[in-house]
């Protein structure tokens, strides 16, 4: 482990080397090279994604063509510097490639969040919200789900407790985050 420019720097001989050893959970992102030992750079890009690693991916190469770089671009590249890149030019590709980092992970902190609130209520709460945040009213939601008005305010008071949400457009929302409000969910 290195330190460079305020970085931990960690090099890897190989791509191979680097898939074997990945750094877990911690945060950072990849740089890799277009022509590299035993896999090429590509090659370790689709293995990474194929493993699900979340890590953002910057090339750094002196060996990129246009090809290459759309299609390293479009399988979810941070970006494709050429060799030599200034300084510069590399650590804001690192610092928008982290950023970038931070906020999927926040933003799946969010989603697991929502499903945990979720999974919080119980079979027939998780029927009322899912009519709720459709926009079905109290008195349409009793009818369909053969039950009172009334039964129906203490399910939908208790999904909005349990969702920790207090208004409609929060629970809308959270519908929406994780898919219930698509034809499917």
Known sequence: MLRASGYDVALYETAGQFLDNQPGDRPGCILLDVRMPELSGPEAQARLIEAGNPLPIIFLTGHGDIP???????????????????????????????????????????????????????????????????GKLNKQIAHELGTSERTVKAHRHAVMDKLGVPSLAQAVSIADALGILSPAG
């Open 68 to 134: 290459t770089s759309v299609r390293a671009i479009k399988q979810g590249a941070e970006d494709f510097l050429s060799k030599p890149a200034p300084g510069k030019v590399l650590v804001e590709a690192i610092e928008r490639a982290l950023a970038r980092y931070d906020k999927s992970c926040e933003r799946q902190l969010r989603l697991r969040a929502m499903h945990a609130a979720v999974a919080r209520l119980t079979p027939r709460e998780r029927q009322v919200f899912a009519l709720v945040v459709r």
